[in-house]
T-cell receptor, first 111, second 113 residues
Framework: DAKTTQPTSMDCAEGRAANLPCNHSTISGNEYVYWYRQIHSQGPQYIIHGLKNNETNEMASLIITEDRKSSTLILPHATLRDTAVYYCIVRVEGGSEKLVFGKGMKLTVNP | NAGVTQTPKFRILKIGQSMTLQCTQDMNHNYMYWYRQDPGMGLKLIYYSVGAGITDKGEVPNGYNVSRSTTEDFPLRLELAAPSQTSVYFC????????????FGPGTRLTVL
């Protein structure tokens, strides 16, 4: 699976959009981009995933660049409850569905 | 649905002791996983299973064993506990047909002294 690079941390004001970047310049054509988050001490939570088209669900939007070398997770109206470590993971769909976690990025939403 | 449940929530072991971490899911998922998370780090895969009777090693399997006799249960066994196994352990499950990623349990915090 391709490696991802994320900033170590980011701050965002409550109520504003949080744009979380992820670089995956070595991504292969059959690899998906997955986002998970982990709120302090809890198990990780799936947010969204995509291949090449932009995706949106009730939690977030995922924007993948045309060359697929980077992506942005957008939380449209960040709340204090969105403070968490966010993991961007690239993997091939199918098979054992294993995930390889990096250190992730700490998002702090400030009042 | 209770989702993924793990027991115990906390445990302190002495060096050399053994224990089993329990994981149960009620979503009829065929894939199950065990991860460990050390402080300030991401999760590392210990073992996984793609169905009852089938298990395989992940990144950090040494010192652990697993079994999968039913779809619902995936226990993790520590035979001779060592301080290096002090960590938080997460169990997760999914199925190839889900579009909701892996579902994680609340974790077991283990300290080996």
């Amino acid at each position: 699976d391709a490696k991802t690079t994320q900033p170590t941390s980011m701050d965002c004001a409550e109520g504003r959009a949080a744009n979380l970047p992820c670089n995956h310049s070595t991504i292969s054509g059959n690899e998906y981009v997955y986002w998970y988050r982990q709120i302090h001490s809890q198990g990780p939570q799936y947010i969204i995933h995509g291949l090449k088209n932009n995706e949106t669900n009730e939690m977030a939007s995922l924007i993948i660049t045309e060359d697929r070398k980077s992506s942005t997770l957008i939380l449209p109206h960040a709340t204090l409850r969105d403070t968490a470590v966010y993991y961007c993971i690239v993997r091939v769909e199918g098979g054992s569905e294993k995930l390889v976690f990096g250190k992730g990025m700490k998002l702090t939403v400030n009042p | 649905n209770a989702g993924v449940t793990q027991t115990p929530k906390f445990r302190i072991l002495k060096i050399g002791q053994s224990m089993t971490l329990q994981c149960t899911q009620d979503m009829n998922h065929n894939y199950m996983y065990w991860y460990r998370q050390d402080p300030g780090m991401g999760l590392k895969l210990i073992y996984y299973s793609v169905g009852a009777g089938i298990t395989d090693k992940g990144e950090v399997p040494n010192g652990y064993n697993v079994s999968r006799s039913t779809t619902e249960d995936f226990p993790l066994r520590l035979e001779l506990a060592a301080p290096s196994q002090t960590s938080v352990y997460f169990c997760a499950s999914t199925t190839a047909s889900t579009r909701s990623g892996q579902y994680f349990g609340p974790g077991t915090r283990l300290t080996v002294l």
